[in-house]
């Protein structure tokens, strides 16, 4: 794994503009999972017409493994990146805010997130993912409402705010990064990159990526980046 790393750690330095692409995989060292990968059946379970009980479902599976074990070693190393000057925007699919709990600031969350929250009587939009950690369900300050992460107010759909932003980012990226996805519903952005970037893949399952990327990392991605950031402390 070390020659890949110094080649990761070299396609970062020559980038000018560099972009990350993350999925399900990144969060699963903090027990994340993958909301698509649950099928109907399983996201059925967390619906409930009594509000505690969808709480308790919702926080379960996305928001308790982000609260008490994220972020990953690989969301802090992004984070850092991104505060370097080395990353300039991270398109997820992911739901459970640990980008933006590690620190990064541009993250674009094409589904939307429990940061993104509706209320599902008045429509009253609220951006906070600490609702969701105050042990009940969330209401609307306005009306009572019960307040439904994006993800689940909007049946799936994308949120395309994000999804601007990851259009914009991808047509400048140099370097794209793809971590832990397989790229469900990356058609809505990809086929914007540049035909030129490079590509790097970093995840321990084959995906169709590997087809198209010009290095494929096939580890876990906290070994990956805890050796990258070894390697930028040490570089002087």
Request: one cysteine or more; proline letters at 4%.
């Amino acid at each position: 794994m070390d020659d890949q790393v110094q080649q990761l750690y070299e396609a970062i330095e020559e980038s000018p503009y560099t972009v990350t692409i993350t999925g399900a995989g990144i969060s699963i060292a903090a027990g994340g999972v993958s909301y698509a990968g649950m099928g109907a059946r399983g996201r059925g379970k967390m619906m409930s017409s009594d509000p505690q009980k969808m709480y308790e479902g919702l926080y379960r599976v996305f928001m308790q493994p982000a609260f008490e074990h994220g972020p990953t070693v690989a969301h802090k190393a992004l984070a850092r990146l991104e505060e370097m000057g080395k990353m300039q925007g991270i398109i997820t699919t992911n739901e459970d805010c640990m980008h933006t709990m590690a620190g990064s600031k541009n993250v674009a969350e094409i589904q939307g997130s429990f940061q993104i929250n509706t209320c599902n009587n008045c429509g009253k939009r609220i951006y906070d993912y600490e609702i969701w950690n105050e042990g009940h369900m969330p209401t609307c300050p306005d009306c009572g409402g019960e307040m439904l992460p994006y993800n689940i107010y909007s049946h799936i759909s994308l949120w395309e705010p994000a999804v601007r932003d990851a259009q914009e980012w991808i047509r400048q990226a140099a370097l794209i990064l793809v971590i832990g996805t397989s790229g469900y519903f990356g058609s809505v952005y990809w086929d914007d990159r540049r035909r030129d970037a490079k590509i790097i893949q970093i995840n321990p399952k084959r995906t169709h990526f590997d087809m198209v990327a010009d290095l494929n990392i096939h580890e876990d991605a906290d070994p990956v980046f805890a050796a990258l950031m070894d390697m930028e402390e040490n570089k002087n």
